[in-house]
């Protein structure tokens, strides 16, 4: 598992909380994105463009599975396994 700094981290939730429109996500890192119906395919797409513009990590939205980027904490973990 890659080491995850508080920095990274800021910046992953930063752009989440951009793109779902919601200061939950950083309250809650665990939130359930998709059942709550903060992320959906279209945002999803919104994250990835952000991703890569932002943080200069590609993710290829084949590689998007719902259940591996489920949480906020998640997606963190996802984009740290990347860079």
Known sequence: MAEVT???KDKVLTILAEVCESDEI?????????????LDS??????VVE?????????????F??????????IVNQLAERK
Do not use: C, H, Y
């Not at 599975?65 to 998640?74: G, I, K, V, Y």
């Open 6 to 8: 508080q920095d990274f």
């Open 26 to 38: 950083k309250k809650n890192p665990d939130l359930q994105l998709f059942d709550e119906g903060l």
């Open 42 to 47: 279209f945002a999803t797409i919104s994250l």
């Open 51 to 63: 991703f890569e513009q932002q943080l200069e990590i590609s993710v290829p939205i084949s590689d």
């Open 65 to 74: 599975n719902r259940e591996e980027w489920a949480t906020p904490n998640m």
